[in-house]
Structure formats: C-alpha cells, structure tokens
C-alpha cells in the first residue's frame, strides 16, 4: 500500500502525462474551456497579485529554485546508491508538480487553435502577395523613418526610457483592444528581467515566467527592439503561447499605437521578417528590393545585429537548441523555424486590412 504522498505524486506523472496529450488533440475545447475560459481568470489573478511588484518576483522564484535543487542533489547525493527508489520518487514527485503547474498556468496554450482562424486569417499566401506586401510595408516604414530623423540615412534612435517604452506598450494594446476585444491587456505586469545579462548570452531577449505569469524583458537590448518585444511577451500574458503568434501580435499592437517612435518600431518589426522570408525564397529578389528601404532602417537592423554579435559564445547555439526542442515538444513541430508562420499572419493581415 501506497502511505508516502510523494509516492502517489511520483506515480501520476504518467496519467498526468497522457491527459495532457489526450486533450491536445482537442483545440475546440482548449480554446473555449481553457484559453478564453480557466486561463484569463488565473492570468488576471497573478498579474493583479504580483504587477505591483517593482522587480520580478518570478526571477527570485528561479534562483530559489536552481539554489534548492542544487542543495538538495548536494545534501542527497549519497542516497542514490543507498535508497535509489526514494531518491526517484522524490524526484519524480517534484516533476509532476513541476509539470502539473506549467500547463494549469499557462501552457495548455500551446495546444489553442491557431491565431489565424481566430483572426479569420488565411495561413498561406505566394511569393508574389509577399512581395505586394513587403513593399508597402518599406513605403510605410521609409515615411515613418524620414519623418523621425529628417534624414534617410539616419537610424531612429528611442527617446524614452526603456520603463517608459514597456508602460507605452500597454498602451499600444488599448488601440488593438478596438479591433480585437478579445487582446484586451489589462492589468500590466511586465518588467526588467535580472537576469538580463546571462539572458543576452543565451540568446534571448525575454520571455514569461508560466508560474508567475509575469513577462520578462532584456533591459539590454537596443531600445528601438524593446518595444516589440514588450509587446511580445505581452501578447504571451493573453495566452498566445506560440512564438510566432506572440510575434505577430506584439507587432500588430506596435503598428497601433499612437506614439509615432512606437508605430516606427512596430513595422520595421514587421518589415524584417517579411524581407527575410523573401532572401529565403529569392535571393535576387531580395537584392532588388532591399535597395528601396532608407539605410537609416537598414542602420536599426544593424545595431541590432552588431548587439547580438557582440554577446556571440560558444554555448549559445546550446542554449537555442534546447529552447528549439522545447518548442518542438509543446506543439511547434517546426521548432524555432516555426517563426517564418508570422509572415503568413502579416501578409494576410495586411491584405485585409490595407496600409
């Protein structure tokens, strides 16, 4: 018979396992039941409860956790010889809460319908509808760019504090909130991460803590980016756990809002990614078209890249593999590939809805 709790904890880990599977095969009643039903209520909960809170709560939770684990194998190391079935059991239990917890909290998100049917968005789209796209987009963003600096080859340089620029995204979800009712963000809990600066190593420029439901932003990312990504992690909070639907949000947000540094920000966001996927399809495409964007946005992408450059190690591509096999085994078959599906959110977005 069955007396220590752990014991029974250890041993639901499977059923636990399989639930969670069963139900992913269901996005119907994920969406209805889970993301617009349990998830809103226990989201609102934690950011009203922790938002307050001037640092992330969160982050302390981490390194209390990393500093007890690593205790805890040091304290128990010599019964993994001498009790081996009580050392697993222990471990065992602590993953099923672990795991329990993540997918109570937020990660059943990640087996929602896709954002495009939620949007009534079509998911595919041709070279040439890219192609349409990309290029109002470089009208939109060189008009947005010239009207800043006054100049085409100066790059946009954020004039607010990076706290100032994550408040400005709350408010950028106001606006989206007339469109969309249902990306309403209220209330705000996003923040500084403190682990920043190993963050920027890793490779990553945030990400929400699924226990705490707070958002997390690199505060040493170039300004012009943080406001994306604010709005990305944000976009996390409402329950779009997939990166690349957390990305076309946290643009589509940016582009509304009414600060024009922001809407800048938002669409040479957008810009990016729709002119990587054309060197994707078409390198001489690319070549032709890239020559018609003001080099003061081509400046922006560049001190995006030299930061990220600047902060290159050995164990990074360590790092982004493991956070791709993450992705992989939460229902993003095509890993960190998967982001390219934000593209086809873009294009057909912007086809209804013309600039």
Known sequence: MLKNPKTYLAFSLLPVYFLVKFLSNYPEIIEYYYSNGIYPILSKALRYGLGWIPFSFGDLVYAFGVIYMVRWIIKNRKRFFTDTQLWLIDMLSAVTLIYFAFHLFWGMNYYRLPLHKNLNLEADYSTAQLVSV???????????????????????EMPYSKTDIMKRSGDSYKNLEAQYPHLAYQPRSIKKSLFSVPLTYMGFSGYLNPLTNEAQVDY????????????HEMAHQLGYAAENEANFIGCLATINNDDIYMKYSGYAFGLRHCLNEIYRRDPEQYERIIEHVNIGILKNYEETRLFWDSYQNPLEPLFKESYNSYLQANNQQGGMDSYSYVVALLVNYFQKHPL
Do not use: G, H, M, R
């Open 220 to 231: 040493l990312i170039p300004s012009y980016k943080f406001a994306t990504t604010s709005a």
């Open 134 to 156: 990309t290029e109002k987009l470089i009208n939109k963003t060189n008009s947005l760019q010239l009207e800043i600096t006054k100049n085409d080859t100066v790059k946009v």
